[in-house]
């Protein structure tokens, strides 16, 4: 199994560590500790430092509750650092779902395209279908993100979520973009409940059997919060280590984390009594 992107093959048969570049000044961990191109920059070297295998670059918040940002503070935001990513080795993936958005970064040389909105914003399907190879992570969202939470899904979530994906990325190879381009996200924490979060990391075997492989999303987010009772997304770094490596050894290929050395070092503690 692999991720086919822009320019990286990536090997999927181990465990990849996702690491979050938040360019912005509200998100709801790390806000603001990584707004400039330097700083941002020099959190991209350290996060390569502690082991990432790629880079997750964001201009926007997409918590609960936050604001749309402006397309071209956005851009203002991602493509600077984006420039500067993609010359450390690593792919650099761009957390967007403005099309316009896509478009320059890809333009820039950034390898995938990660979108809250599974591709259904504008002109976004046809940008990623007629790019002749970047990845994609196609994440499914309850509503949108100001609203998400005010009347998250109900009942069972498990069917619904496995069903919009299959749909989204069918879409996806209907257009031509081969199968290896694409991964899948259920969006822990984008509408749904405290309960029905945890279900689609109880049942993750059922959406791994939709056939793509899984990015999972759990670091520092607030249904860990809830069971752990730390308020302070920093204070849940056992908690969402715990979820990263719970989700991988339900078959998860990718995580994506704010924490990425102890993150690291606990696969490595996995990967040492996986049989050969």
Known sequence: MHWQTTRFHIDLSTPQVMGIVNVTPDSFSDG????GTSAALQHCE???????HMLDIGGESTRPGSPAVPLDEELARVLPVVRGAVKLGVPVSVDTYKPEVMQVVLDA???????????????????VTT???CGVCL????????TMQVAPMAG????AVAAFLRERADALVGCGVARDRIVLDAGVGFG???????????????????GWPMLAGWSRKSSLGAITGHERPADRVAASVAAALLSVERGARVVRVHDVRETVDALKVWQAIQLP
């Open 32 to 35: 603001g500790q990584h707004a």
């Open 46 to 52: 350290q996060l390569i430092r502690d082991g990432a």
């Open 109 to 127: 040389g950034a390898d995938i395209v990660n979108d809250i909105w599974a591709l259904r914003r504008g002109n976004a399907l046809d940008v």
């Open 131 to 133: 790019h002749p190879g």
């Open 139 to 146: 994440m499914h969202m309850h509503r949108d993100p100001q």
């Open 156 to 159: 069972d979530v498990v069917p």
């Open 192 to 210: 749904k409940t405290v309960a029905q979060n945890f279900s689609l990391l109880a049942r993750q075997s059922e959406l791994m059997a939709l």
